[in-house]
């Protein structure tokens, strides 16, 4: 049974589409996390949300907007897609924002931008 | 600024052949370490936290230490199923997000 799931796993779509991309977590977690990971295997937070509510926006571009229906989901929607935006994104789970816990890492959603 | 500096990059090893990588970090006011593993196409995978300078934790051939300044992930008599890329983050206190360093790829031939 997976934890953190996220779809779709790979993900191909022209220059100014808008797509989407939804992540599910079973743990009972209150925090859940958006990291994109580049093409040299960097991973960067982008957002973060604590039991619904936006804690963290890291300087991304505004053609990103993130939802949260419930604290088990956290959405990423994404806006007239551009080819910079090409890397692969990965939802995360974490007990507590306040509790030094460790995150759990959905399988990740490869995004290509065409 | 928090930052994560992993070293190698790139590991080669021949199984059997042990060896260390590196993390360094500067952090304000550390509140946690972390060492995962990343499997290609695959999602980061949780293997150790550690959070005072001195602690050390184990699980089979991997033993993550720290110190004040860096971490380092010790492989014992490593198999080739080892192989991947091993990622170090810290947790500051900047807020409830993980940094993280560029990872060390791990190859171990047989």
């Known amino acids: 049974d997976t934890a953190v799931s996220q779809t779709p796993k790979y993900l191909v779509t022209q220059m100014g589409n808008d797509k989407s991309i939804k992540c599910e977590q079973n743990l009972g977690h209150d925090t859940m996390y958006w990291y994109k990971q580049d093409s040299k295997k960097f991973l960067k937070i982008m957002f973060s949300y604590n039991n619904k509510e936006l804690i963290i926006n890291e300087t991304v571009p505004n053609r990103f907007s993130p939802k949260s229906p419930d604290k088990a989901h956290l959405n990423l929607h994404i806006n007239s897609l551009e080819l910079g935006d090409s890397a692969v994104y990965f939802c995360?789970?974490?007990?507590?924002?306040?509790?030094?816990?460790?995150?759990?890492f959905g399988q990740g959603t490869r995004l290509t931008v065409v | 600024e928090d930052q994560v500096t992993q070293s190698p990059e790139a590991l080669r090893l021949q199984e059997g052949e042990s060896s260390s990588l590196n993390c360094s970090y500067t952090?304000?006011?550390?509140?946690?370490l972390f060492w995962y593993r990343q499997d290609p196409g695959k999602g980061p995978e949780f293997l150790f936290t550690?959070?005072?300078a001195g602690e050390e934790k184990e699980k089979e051939r991997l033993k993550a230490t720290l110190t004040k300044k860096e971490s380092f992930l010790h492989i014992t008599a490593p198999k080739p199923e080892d192989s991947a890329t091993y990622l170090c983050a810290v947790l500051g206190n900047q807020g409830g997000k993980l940094i993280f360093g560029q990872g060390t790829e791990l190859s171990v031939k047989p």
């Open positions: 995360a789970s974490s007990q507590q924002m306040n509790m030094n816990t460790e995150a759990f």
């Open positions: 550690l959070y005072s």
């Open positions: 952090v304000s006011g550390l509140r946690g």
